[in-house]
């Protein structure tokens, strides 16, 4: 499977961006997929996960009630809405899959990563 991540940039404090995960190469409804971020200096974390079918999602403490991860199995595509953001969302966000029903909350479970997006938050 190969991952590509899209939709990330520049917005201010309060606004929304959408982040697209697509991939390609086997069947994307088979795999688990997460999208996890990595701040400068910071180590990588967890952000939102969601099953192989999208009826099970998990989310890090911190983005729960402002962001939403989706899934699009037709389109081989995985949506993140990030709403109401906040400067400390700063940071790289991968996407990554793998093989099971999923959600995964490790980065171990993982096996397969996009290329990464950057979301940076102004004040």
């Known amino acids: 499977v190969q991952l590509q991540a899209s939709g990330g940039g520049l917005v201010q404090a309060g606004g929304s961006l959408r982040l697209s995960c697509v991939a390609s190469?086997?069947?994307?409804?088979?795999?688990?997929t997460g999208w996890l971020r990595q701040a400068p200096g910071k180590e990588r974390e967890f952000v939102a996960a969601?099953?192989?079918?999208?009826?099970?999602?998990l989310y890090a403490d911190s983005v729960k009630g402002r962001f939403t991860i989706s899934r699009d199995n037709a389109k081989n595509t995985v949506y993140l809405q990030m709403n109401s953001l906040k400067p400390e969302d700063t940071a790289v966000y991968y996407c990554?899959?793998?093989?099971?029903?999923?959600?995964?909350?490790?980065?171990?479970?993982?096996?397969?990563w996009g290329q990464g997006t950057q979301v940076t938050v102004s004040s």
């Open positions: 969601i099953n192989k079918g999208g009826g099970s999602t």
């Open positions: 190469g086997r069947t994307f409804g088979g795999y688990a």
């Open positions: 990554a899959s793998g093989m099971g029903r999923g959600p995964f909350l490790v980065s171990s479970q993982y096996e397969y």
